[in-house]
């Protein structure tokens, strides 16, 4: 059983920053896929970027590419989003999931664990 906690939402105008956080229980953490995923209101979970085991290889959704940056430090089991040059439309709920597999993937129904959430709301 994996346990994660997102942490680092909040309240910012656009154009700022935040780094969001995933904090992972369980073991053999590093051999975990883990991804960014955020859901507004009446809208469905959408993908924002993942990362794989070793932190090598990374994948963005097109619409935070070159802005949002995903990182792991796996000796302390946890995931992070640097989020820049935010937007009002990255107004959302992040959750951070993880699959037991290698290979990156993008739909929500690929993953097996998922946190509660943490809320991200960008100001015009």
């Known amino acids: 059983q994996v346990q994660l906690i997102e942490s680092g939402g909040g309240l910012v105008q656009a154009g700022g920053s935040l780094r969001l956080s995933c904090a992972a229980s369980?073991?053999?953490?590093?051999?975990?896929?883990m991804g960014w995923f955020r859901q507004s209101p009446g809208k469905e979970r959408e993908f924002v970027a993942a990362i794989t085991g070793s932190g090598l290889r990374t994948i963005y959704a097109d619409s935070v590419k070159g802005r949002f940056t995903i990182s792991r430090d796996n000796a302390k089991n946890t995931m992070y989003l640097q989020m820049n040059g935010l937007k009002p439309e990255d107004t959302a709920v992040y959750y951070c999931?993880?699959?037991?597999?290698?290979?990156?993937?993008?739909?929500?129904?690929?993953?097996?664990?998922w946190g509660q959430g943490t809320q991200v709301t960008v100001s015009s």
């Open positions: 999931a993880t699959r037991q597999s290698v290979f990156l993937r993008i739909q929500v129904a690929s993953y097996d664990y």
């Open positions: 369980g073991r053999a953490f590093d051999t975990y896929t």
